[in-house]
């Protein structure tokens, strides 16, 4: 990482998870060993493998912590020859971690307590705990973070649990509750508008019909929209599902392809055939994202508490 601050906290291996986004809002779990060795390097434990690490900690990108507005910047350097490994004890100081006390003094982190006093506690909890390291201390909160928790948490034991949590979400549990993630909807090329994912682009139909398109491509439909900006977000297909409102409040579950190609044409995939698609989004028709998936129901009075 570029040059900061020396920080051999919290020293040892198998510490606690805490969750870290990196390019275009990935997200790893990682295991800290040292936040920053010898203020240059930033050493971790994960279950990610090395490509996936590479691809979300790319060199350049600043690397943020959840529920925190200090995280450490990254760039890699290129003097890391090795990571840290659990060492025997040594008489003489270390240049690697160790898990292990040593004789002598030592910069490495050690898994044990020291017998010197902390700087400044407090005996006032601020905030939710957690275990990255801030370099400024504040006793006020700020408007900053690069997450903001959900004023409604969804409580969870895994990250699947969070798919139907109604809010922008890349379905991250973190501290047994679903996180809210403002650009979690890239996904589909969307946009994060008051926790809600929608279209990036109005989608008010024109005066033609939908139609499929089978010829060199998968099945496909498209539907004209009134001039708006070009999009050709997501782009390809299989993208995750969508669910948009037409005509009357119908609800049509959707793939989107690109939201406006050329900024006319509303490209997507759908298990729904060309008669219910033009039913549904009929000429002059705004189309909206739903602000919720709609429940399963098999009575009128199974809708009674539907919001």
Not at 207 to 222: G, I, T
Not at 281 to 297: A, D, H, R
Request: hydrophobic share 30%; proline share 10%.
């Amino acid at each position: 990482i570029e040059p900061t601050e020396t920080n051999a906290e919290p020293g040892g291996y198998g510490n606690d998870d805490v969750v870290l986004r990196g390019e275009d809002g990935c997200v790893i779990i990682v295991q800290p060993v040292t936040w920053a060795w010898k203020g240059n390097a930033f050493v971790f434990q994960s279950t990610e493998d090395l490509d996936t690490i590479n691809a979300c900690f790319v060199p350049e990108k600043q690397i943020v912590e959840l529920r925190t507005t200090i995280a450490p910047s990254v760039a890699p350097s290129n003097d890391i020859t090795a990571r840290p490994t659990t060492a025997s004890p040594t008489e003489s100081s270390s240049k690697t971690p160790t898990v292990g006390p040593t004789e002598m003094p030592t910069d490495s982190p050690t898994a044990r307590p020291t017998t010197h006093p902390t700087a400044s506690p407090t005996t006032t909890p601020t905030g939710g705990p957690t275990t990255f390291p801030t370099a400024v201390r504040s006793d006020e909160p700020t408007e900053s973070a690069s997450l903001v928790p959900s004023t409604s948490p969804q409580q969870c034991n895994s990250h699947s649990d969070c798919d139907d949590f109604n809010e922008c979400t890349t379905n991250v549990c973190f501290l047994n509750t679903c996180q809210f993630v403002p650009d979690a909807c890239s996904g589909t090329g969307q946009l994060c508008v008051d926790k809600h994912c929608m279209p990036p682009v109005e989608l008010r139909r024109d005066a033609s019909l939908c139609v499929s398109q089978e010829n060199h491509h998968p099945d496909r439909f498209k539907c004209m929209i009134e001039p708006t900006e070009n999009n050709a977000e997501p782009g390809g297909y299989g993208n995750d599902d969508v669910v948009l409102l037409g005509k009357d409040g119908c609800h049509l579950v959707i793939q989107p392809v690109t939201w406006a190609w050329e900024g006319n044409a509303f490209v997507f995939q759908t298990t729904e055939d060309l008669d219910t698609i033009n039913a549904c989004f009929s000429p002059g028709t705004l189309i909206v994202e739903s602000s919720k998936n709609p429940p399963q129901c098999n009575f009128d009075s199974d809708c009674d508490d539907f919001n």
